[in-house]
């Protein structure tokens, strides 16, 4: 049984910062890449940022700059500086299991944590 499982989230200001971390158990397959996606209160879930087997990194506009997305082994990190209130959301790491041409879709992913909140106040 796979699970991603994170941790990280909470209550800051904006212009702080915060750090997300997923472990990823139980994993008897090749990682192709990890990712970072959120749901905004009452929006649609977007990608965030993802970083593949080969550490190549792909960021949101909304985010570039300010996050980064780092991995270790079985762990993947979002270290999220110079935080807005628009990046209040529950945010979800996911796993790729196959190759993708745009690790930037949901539909990359094949196994997905519960979620963090992350809320900015203003």
């Known amino acids: 049984q796979v699970q991603l499982v994170e941790s990280g989230g909470g209550l800051v200001q904006a212009g702080g910062s915060l750090r997300l971390s997923c472990v990823v158990s139980?994993?008897?397959?090749?990682?192709?890449?990890m990712g970072w996606f959120r749901q905004p209160p009452g929006k649609e879930q977007e990608f965030v940022a993802a970083?593949?087997?080969?550490?190549t990194t792909y960021y949101a506009g909304s985010v570039k700059g300010r996050f980064t997305i780092s991995r270790d082994k079985n762990t993947v990190y979002l270290q999220m500086n110079s935080l807005k209130p628009e990046d209040t959301a529950v945010y979800f790491c996911?796993?790729?299991?196959?190759?993708?041409?745009?690790?930037?879709?949901?539909?990359?992913?094949?196994?997905w944590g519960q979620g963090t909140q992350v809320t900015v106040s203003s």
């Open positions: 996911a796993v790729a299991r196959g190759y993708s041409s745009d690790y930037e879709r949901e539909n990359a992913y094949t196994y």
């Open positions: 139980a994993r008897t397959f090749s990682i192709y890449a």
């Open positions: 970083i593949t087997s080969s550490a």
